[in-house]
């Protein structure tokens, strides 16, 4: 027996002795290797591969990155919409200087402004060019540096900001998550004047109590479930995306900035599709001036293609989203915060009145967008149904300013 121990030894022996070196070392460091050292080299590949990746660095480990939302607030002048178009450099937006200031502030790493996935980017609306904010929503994830909101708008102009941080779940989605937008629009109320007013002579007009009811009995019409495809470009009737929700449309008491008499008129619904608002507005007033019948409202939600005129973009603001679900569930958890924005609302008033109403006011004395607007209605058919014409100039005014929503 003991013999034939010393005998396999030997062989043993002899059998390693005829491996070359490297391949005796390799051997015996498998046979060595204790299991938590293949552990040890898993997660060193993963490091690897991460660092790779443009993962983990001492930024990251000091300040891990958490899913936050934004509140932003923003003029629209200047900017080709809220949403970022890769590779178009010459039409800037909103995101592309958010991004720029997120970089330079460090709360994002440099290669995730290339890759907005990369940091699970979404914005609750994609607001059209020219179009401003005043409570527009961004979920991502952000390193949580000091000083966090002060570094960011150090970083923007001055026609940006962002004015409110709150942490969210992970798996939040601000575009997802969102229940419902309201939208102010902004303008001149000689918008409501009679065909043949003299709109050379704008600052005398005041809109008359009477008008403004008759106004507001028009947008009431809008409340509820409709087929709004007329109000938008590129959708049949049969597409279920057309149909909207709209809970509230109103227009406001009229005052008087710069001599001319404004007034701000109130929507809020699910969603919108682009340009809806200002077609739903061009429509009313359309009406209002005498130009369509009230009964195009009506046909508009039927099957028939309706030619419906749009309204300027200038005084169209995002003013708020809604997460009334989130909030059911999240908001009492004791864990995250609700959505709701009550000790910003002083910043955002602050905000509309330095940057957004007087850019309004400011472009309309000077630009008269509504009046040069308003002298196109003659040339709209409200009777019969919209031609190929229409729909291949609306076609090519969208690719010109973005397919955003309103």
């Not at 609750?124 to 961004?138: I, L, M, N, Y």
């Not at 409709?226 to 009229?254: L, V, W």
Request: glycine content about 8%.
């Amino acid at each position: 027996m003991v013999s034939q121990m010393y005998s396999a030894i030997f062989t043993g022996l002899k059998f390693l002795c005829t491996m070359s070196e490297e391949a005796r070392d390799q051997e015996t460091a498998k046979l060595l290797k204790r299991p938590n050292e293949v552990n040890e080299d898993s997660a060193e590949s993963a490091t690897k591969r991460i660092k790779a990746e443009g993962g983990h660095n001492e930024d990251d480990k000091r300040y891990p990155k958490k899913k936050v939302v934004l509140l932003l607030a923003y003029s629209g002048k200047g900017y080709y919409g809220m949403q970022r178009n890769p590779g178009n450099s010459q039409f800037r937006t909103i995101e592309d200087d958010l991004v720029t200031a997120l970089v330079k502030s460090g709360c994002i790493p440099g290669n995730h402004g290339d890759d907005m996935r990369k940091m699970s980017f979404q914005r609750c609306a994609r607001t059209d060019k020219g179009v401003s904010a005043a409570g527009q929503v961004v979920s991502l994830k952000l390193r949580l540096i000091e000083d966090i909101i002060e570094k960011i708008n150090e970083n923007l102009p001055p026609q940006i900001r962002v004015l409110g941080l709150k942490r969210v779940t992970q798996g939040f989605n601000s575009k997802n998550n969102c229940d419902a937008r309201t939208y102010a629009y902004m303008l001149p109320t000689v918008a409501f004047s009679p065909k043949d007013y003299d709109t050379e002579n704008i600052a005398s007009f005041r809109l008359e109590a009477e008008t403004l009811q008759k106004v507001n009995q028009l947008f009431a019409l809008y409340k509820g479930t409709h087929n709004f495809h007329n109000f938008t470009s590129q959708k049949a009737p049969s597409d279920p995306s057309a149909r909207r929700y709209i809970t509230e449309m109103s227009c406001g008491e009229p005052f008087v900035r710069n001599s001319y008499e404004f007034a701000v008129i109130t929507v809020r619904g699910q969603s919108f599709m682009l340009h809806q608002i200002r077609k739903m507005i061009g429509l009313v007033i359309a009406v209002i001036r005498g130009f369509a019948k009230e009964e195009v409202m009506e046909r508009s939600w039927g099957q028939e293609k309706v030619d419906v005129p749009k309204a300027p973009g200038l005084g169209l603001v995002l003013e708020r989203v809604h997460f009334d679900r989130y909030n059911k569930r999240f908001g009492g958890d004791g864990l995250h915060e609700r959505l709701e924005w009550a000790r910003e609302e002083e910043a955002i008033k602050a905000f509309k009145e330095a940057h957004v109403y007087p850019t309004i006011v400011k472009t309309e004395c000077e630009e008269g967008s509504m009046v040069s607007w308003m002298a196109t209605l003659p040339s709209h058919d409200f009777e019969a149904t919209v031609t190929g014409t229409q729909d291949n100039k609306d076609q090519k005014q969208n690719a010109d300013e973005g397919n955003g929503s309103d």
